[in-house]
């Protein structure tokens, strides 16, 4: 008996039998293939031809598979479903060569996270460009994103169903202190340590200014700023020369100077900063790229880095 020869097996005879097979007839598998119906019948002669079996039982109702004919039908259906796969994935590199990715997230987001994402990004995807804009406060993202200005935000969590949100990290609200103001245990401050001086706060309009604001109301404290400061950094500094305290995000106080004392809270806060991304939207393959980056960047940190408690 000859052994068969696969390679001679052309896809458009597979084509053909797979078309045969869902229609039921030549002549309609030859109009869905957009061919003549002899050349449908030429590729199922030929084919069985090749294989030396008889594929299909011809009649006046039509044509029926064979067993055999419904064995090597469900053959034909995965390969030509992997054909349609490696085209996927070709048009999806194509995709991958160049486009540009939109981010808007909030200042500490750009400065801490955004860096080291966007380096090994652009090491995986040289072709795609990345644009990086701020929100006027951090609830600013999920209105740029609604405006089609911006794929991917940075926020706090929760959001509304409007979204599709994962949690990246939970950073914790610390109170920043002149060094010689600072209490000399390890004890979680207490409020009336932080009434004695004056307390430095972010704008009104700030995110980081709304949770200070609620988490005082919930306690019960009623603290007026002495200062309103837009900048972090500002902040910061402002308690290094001695003016007052702040509280504050620890990422957003980084790098925290060695002559600042950091101490906890009285009762713990904490922000949870997520991504998200319109839950309506249509991605495009840069887009997926970049956030398929940044969570295996941040897992691969997060390994590394101890959670701070």
Same mark, same amino acid.
């Given at each position: 008996?000859?052994?068969?020869?696969?390679?001679r097996?052309?896809?458009s005879?597979?084509?053909?039998?797979?078309?045969?097979?869902?229609t039921?007839?030549?002549?309609?598998?030859a109009?869905?293939?957009?061919?003549s119906?002899?050349a449908v019948?030429?590729?199922?002669?030929?084919?069985?031809?090749?294989?030396?079996?008889?594929?299909?039982?011809?009649?006046?109702?039509?044509?029926?598979l064979?067993?055999v004919?419904?064995?090597?039908?469900?053959?034909?259906k995965?390969?030509?479903?992997?054909?349609?796969i490696?085209g996927?994935?070709?048009q999806?590199?194509?995709?991958l060569?160049?486009?540009?990715?939109r981010v808007?997230?909030?200042?500490?987001v750009?400065?801490?996270?955004?860096?080291v994402?966007?380096?090994?990004?652009?090491?995986?995807y040289?072709?795609?460009?990345?644009s990086?804009g701020?929100?006027?406060d951090?609830?600013?993202?999920?209105?740029i994103l609604?405006?089609?200005?911006?794929?991917?935000?940075?926020?706090?969590?929760?959001?509304?169903?409007?979204?599709?949100a994962?949690? $990246?990290?939970?950073?914790?609200?610390? !109170?920043? +202190?002149?060094?010689? *103001?600072a209490?000399?245990? =390890?004890?979680p401050?207490d409020?009336?340590?932080?009434k004695?001086?004056?307390l430095?706060?972010?704008?009104?309009?700030?995110?980081?200014?709304?949770?200070?604001d609620?988490?005082?109301?919930r306690?019960?404290q009623t603290?007026?700023?002495?200062?309103?400061?837009?900048e972090?950094?500002?902040?910061?500094s402002?308690v290094r020369?001695g003016?007052?305290a702040?509280?504050?995000?620890?990422?957003?106080?980084?790098p925290i100077?060695?002559?600042?004392a950091?101490?906890?809270?009285?009762?713990?806060?904490?922000?949870v900063?997520g991504v998200?991304t319109?839950?309506d939207? $249509?991605q495009?393959?840069?887009?997926? !790229?970049? +956030?398929?980056?940044? *969570?295996?960047?941040w897992? =691969?940190?997060?390994?590394?880095?101890p959670?701070?408690?």
């Amino acid at each position: 008996m000859a052994e068969i020869n696969v390679n001679r097996i052309k896809l458009s005879q597979l084509r053909a039998l797979v078309a045969i097979a869902r229609t039921g007839t030549f002549s309609d598998a030859a109009s869905q293939l957009d061919l003549s119906q002899s050349a449908v019948s030429h590729a199922i002669a030929t084919l069985e031809e090749e294989l030396g079996v008889s594929l299909l039982s011809r009649g006046r109702q039509g044509a029926v598979l064979t067993p055999v004919g419904q064995q090597i039908t469900h053959e034909a259906k995965t390969m030509l479903s992997h054909l349609k796969i490696i085209g996927r994935k070709a048009q999806d590199a194509k995709g991958l060569q160049a486009g540009l990715v939109r981010v808007v997230g909030f200042r500490s987001v750009a400065t801490h996270v955004l860096p080291v994402v966007i380096e090994e990004f652009r090491r995986l995807y040289p072709g795609i460009s990345v644009s990086i804009g701020e929100g006027n406060d951090v609830r600013g993202a999920e209105e740029i994103l609604r405006r089609g200005e911006a794929d991917i935000g940075f926020t706090y969590l929760p959001v509304s169903d409007a979204f599709d949100a994962w949690e $990246l990290f939970r950073d914790d609200y610390v !109170a920043l +202190l002149p060094k010689a *103001k600072a209490p000399t245990t =390890q004890q979680p401050l207490d409020w009336e340590t932080l009434k004695k001086l004056p307390l430095i706060l972010p704008m009104p309009e700030d995110g980081c200014r709304y949770n200070v604001d609620q988490y005082l109301l919930r306690h019960g404290q009623t603290i007026a700023p002495a200062y309103e400061v837009k900048e972090d950094s500002t902040v910061v500094s402002m308690v290094r020369r001695g003016l007052g305290a702040t509280i504050i995000a620890r990422l957003a106080a980084e790098p925290i100077p060695k002559d600042v004392a950091v101490c906890e809270l009285p009762v713990p806060l904490q922000r949870v900063i997520g991504v998200i991304t319109l839950a309506d939207a $249509l991605q495009t393959p840069p887009v997926f !790229a970049f +956030l398929d980056t940044l *969570k295996a960047t941040w897992e =691969q940190k997060a390994n590394i880095v101890p959670a701070r408690r």
